[in-house]
């Protein structure tokens, strides 16, 4: 009898063993397989056929959306040159801004940003070999080494002149085929964009609700609300040029207008986009700008204060500016 107890316990641990085995075998698998590569490396890898631009309106989204990073991948270093402008029209009132931008993209993700418009206002980001130097239009440069992830979203917002264009006018855009064309040596696809169905809102749920100010928000952002919400496009026009073999965005002219509707009466958007790729597969001249080193903040209040050429007071000083704080009359209620 206990021969079998025996036998039975021992039966039961080699499985045990086994299964053991089993699992930290494919937990090591698991670790140790090679990692999935990036996303964006993910998405340069997917086939779009630019010779089908003319019927497939999801595939005019895919391509309205390409990334700047995703655009490097697919057609090497280059040189993104934009010219955006709006134009607000409501009752009397006019408001109009136009801003130049400039993305070139290096290897290594390396890249140099520069928005400017018509206000005197702007920015410029440079990032090289992974650090990062940012000013604003008329400011020194400053090494940011701590980047928290800023860089990739400055290239994208400046990147993405053409999925702009496209959300303001609801994705309303149909494009017709107007032959072939060069753009740097590489073979492009013409198009002829015209006004298309426009595409309703869809609601991200993964964000939480929006909570304006007790009085809700100011007129403009409520207008530019409405516009991204219930904009009514009535017109697009212009023509986009994109590389036959990768379907990147090459060359576009476009024009819109949009109606919004309002509580105040309607408000009328005029959109224009111009845009140019150039020096496609030639590695821009990225370089280190003249800055200002970067340096941790002292730790506490009064340390950095002091950093900063504004000394803490000594005890006489205190003492006195409390004395003379308590001396003071006190205003008069009326």
């Not at 959109?271 to 970067?294: M, N, Y």
Request: proline share 6%; hydrophobic share 40%.
């Amino acid at each position: 009898m206990r021969t079998r107890i025996a036998a039975a316990l021992i039966l039961a641990a080699t499985l045990a063993a086994c299964s053991s085995a089993a699992e930290d075998q494919a937990a090591k698998a698991r670790i140790f397989s090679p990692e999935d590569p990036p996303k964006v490396l993910q998405a340069a890898a997917e086939e779009l056929d630019a010779a089908k631009l003319g019927g497939d309106r999801e595939l005019v989204e895919r391509v309205f959306a390409i990334s700047g990073q995703e655009a490097a991948a697919r057609v090497g270093p280059h040189v993104q040159k934009s010219k955006v402008s709006f134009k607000w029209t409501g009752g009397d009132r006019t408001v109009d801004l136009a801003e130049d931008r400039m993305v070139a993209l290096g290897k290594g993700g390396d890249f140099h940003v520069r928005i400017s418009n018509d206000e005197k206002q702007g920015m410029e980001w440079v990032k090289v070999k992974g650090v990062s130097y940012a000013r604003s239009r008329y400011a020194k440069f400053r090494e940011r080494r701590r980047d928290r992830g800023s860089s990739e979203h400055v290239v994208a917002s400046a990147y993405s002149t053409l999925a702009t264009f496209r959300d303001w006018v609801h994705g309303a855009v149909r494009l017709t085929p107007a032959g072939s064309t060069t753009v740097g040596g590489r073979k492009a696809l013409k198009y002829t964009v015209a006004l298309g169905e426009a595409k309703p809102p869809e609601a991200d749920e993964r964000l939480p609700e929006v909570v304006f100010p007790k009085g809700g928000p100011d007129a403009e952002t409520a207008l530019r609300i409405a516009a991204i919400q219930n904009g009514k496009p009535q017109s697009v026009s212009g023509t986009l040029v994109v590389d036959e073999a990768t379907a990147v965005p090459l060359q576009a002219d476009l024009k819109a207008a949009v109606l919004v509707s309002g509580e105040k009466g309607d408000a009328r958007l005029e959109l224009a986009v111009r845009i140019d790729v150039e020096g496609l597969g030639k590695e821009p001249a990225i370089e280190v700008p003249e800055h200002i080193e970067d340096a941790a903040r002292p730790p506490g209040v009064v340390a950095t204060l002091e950093a900063y050429g504004i000394p803490r007071a000594s005890a006489e000083e205190a003492d006195a500016a409390k004395k003379s704080a308590d001396e003071k009359p006190a205003p008069d209620d009326e």
